[in-house]
C-alpha cells in the first residue's frame, strides 16, 4: 500500500481508501443511531428488513457522502502536478476530518433529538428554535447525560485523523515535460469518472427521467414509517430541505360564516322537512377525509402537551360527526 501512496495515482487510491472510511464513519453513526432508539426500531427488526435497511441506507449514506465531500475530491484530483507536496495534502487531510467529524455530529446529535420527532432532522429545526432563547442549556444538559456519544465522537475522529490515507509522491520527482503531462492527462481522466460518478451517487442513479433521490425515497426500503429515520442520514436530510418551505395552513376564508355561504355540510332543511312530514329523522354517515402532511412528532399537538405550559403550536386537526 505504501508503494502505491507513492505512485502517480497516489492521489485517486488515496481518495478511495479515504472516502471508504467515510463510509465507516456513517455506518457507526447509524449503529449508534438505532442503539439510542433502540426501543423505536426494535417492533420492525427482521432478516428481511434488516437487508432493506441496509441497502437503503448505503444508497442515502453515497448521496451524503459525494455531496459533503465535493470540494474534497477536487482537490484530491486536480490535474496539477505542483499539488504533490505535504502541505497541500495536509490542507486536504483537515478538510477530509472537519467534514467529516461534522456529519459524524450532526447523525450522534441527531439521534437524540429523535424522540422529539420520530423522523431525521431536517432545516425546519432552524425554525422551531427560532423562539428557544436556552439552547446552551439544551446542548449543555444533553451533552452530559449522552457522554458516550461524546467520547464515541472524539473516538471516531482521531481515528480519522491517525488512518488518513496520505498521498506520497512528491512534485519534484515530475521532472520532464513529458512526466508532468502524463500525471495531469491520467489525472483529468480520474477527475473526469469521478465527476460522473459523484453525480450519480448524488442522484441516486443516471437512469434517464428519474428525479434526484429524496427523503420520500426512503420509504421504498421499510414496512413502517418511523423506519425511514434509521434509512436515512442527518447530513441528507438536511441537504436535500435547504431551501424548501415550511407547510403553512392555508386561510381560505375569514369566519365558518363565510364558508358557510359557499357550501355548507348540514342540511337544516332536511330534517325540518322530515319532522313536519312525520318521518324519522335521517341518519346518514359523515365522512371525513384528512390530509396531513406529515406524521411527525411536532406536527401534532396531542404529543406535546406539557411543553410551553399547553402552549405548544402544532398543526391541529379538529372535526365533529
Known amino acids: 500500500m505504501r508503494r502505491l501512496l507513492k505512485s502517480t495515482f497516489a492521489s485517486p487510491i488515496a481518495l478511495i481508501l479515504n472516502l471508504a472510511m467515510a463510509y465507516a464513519i456513517f455506518l457507526?453513526?447509524?449503529?449508534?443511531?438505532?442503539?439510542?432508539?433502540?426501543?423505536?426500531?426494535?417492533d420492525g427488526?427482521?432478516?428481511?428488513?434488516?437487508?432493506?435497511?441496509?441497502?437503503?441506507?448505503l444508497l442515502f449514506d453515497t448521496s451524503a457522502i459525494l455531496y459533503t465531500h465535493i470540494p474534497y475530491i477536487v482537490m484530491m484530483l486536480l490535474p496539477l502536478w505542483l499539488k504533490?507536496?505535504?502541505?497541500?495534502?495536509?490542507?486536504?487531510?483537515?478538510?477530509?476530518?472537519v467534514v467529516n467529524a461534522a456529519s459524524l455530529a450532526i447523525n450522534l446529535a441527531d439521534s437524540?433529538?429523535?424522540?422529539?420527532?420520530?423522523?431525521?432532522?431536517?432545516?425546519?429545526?432552524?425554525?422551531?428554535?427560532?423562539?428557544?432563547?436556552?439552547?446552551?442549556g439544551i446542548l449543555l444538559h444533553n451533552a452530559v447525560t449522552h457522554w458516550y456519544l461524546l467520547l464515541l465522537f472524539f473516538v471516531m475522529v482521531w481515528l480519522a485523523w491517525k488512518l488518513y490515507a496520505m498521498p506520497r509522491n512528491d512534485y519534484r520527482s515530475y521532472v520532464s515535460v513529458r512526466s508532468r503531462w502524463?500525471?495531469?492527462?491520467?489525472?483529468?481522466?480520474?477527475?473526469?469518472?469521478?465527476?460522473?460518478?459523484?453525480?450519480?451517487?448524488c442522484r441516486g442513479g443516471l437512469q434517464s427521467g428519474v428525479r434526484p433521490i429524496t427523503i420520500s425515497n426512503a420509504n421504498q426500503y421499510?414496512?413502517?414509517?418511523?423506519?425511514?429515520a434509521?434509512?436515512?442520514?442527518?447530513p441528507f436530510a438536511l441537504i436535500r430541505t435547504i431551501g424548501k418551505s415550511d407547510f403553512t395552513v392555508p386561510d381560505y376564508f375569514p369566519s365558518l360564516a363565510a364558508s358557510a355561504q359557499v357550501y355548507t355540510p348540514f342540511h337544516q332543511q332536511e330534517y325540518a322537512d322530515s319532522a313536519a312530514a312525520g318521518k324519522p329523522r335521517p341518519n346518514r354517515k359523515n365522512?371525513?377525509?384528512l390530509i396531513v402532511e406529515s406524521f411527525g412528532r411536532e406536527y401534532i399537538g396531542g404529543f406535546n402537551k406539557d411543553f410551553f405550559g399547553g402552549k405548544y403550536k402544532a398543526i391541529r386537526l379538529m372535526w365533529t360527526s
Open 28 to 42: 457507526v453513526a447509524r449503529l449508534a443511531y438505532f442503539f439510542v432508539n433502540y426501543s423505536y426500531f426494535a
Open 45 to 57: 427488526l427482521t432478516a428481511s428488513s434488516l437487508s432493506a435497511w441496509v441497502r437503503g441506507s
Open 84 to 97: 504533490e507536496n505535504r502541505g497541500y495534502h495536509r490542507v486536504c487531510k483537515w478538510l477530509f476530518v
Open 112 to 136: 437524540v433529538y429523535f424522540p422529539f420527532t420520530l423522523r431525521r432532522t431536517t432545516t425546519s429545526v432552524f425554525r422551531e428554535f427560532d423562539n428557544e432563547n436556552n439552547i446552551s
Open 182 to 201: 502524463m500525471y495531469s492527462a491520467r489525472l483529468f481522466a480520474c477527475l473526469a469518472v469521478a465527476g460522473v460518478l459523484t453525480v450519480a451517487g
Open 222 to 228: 421499510v414496512d413502517r414509517p418511523t423506519d425511514c
Open 230 to 234: 434509521l434509512v436515512l442520514n442527518t
Open 287 to 289: 365522512i371525513v377525509i
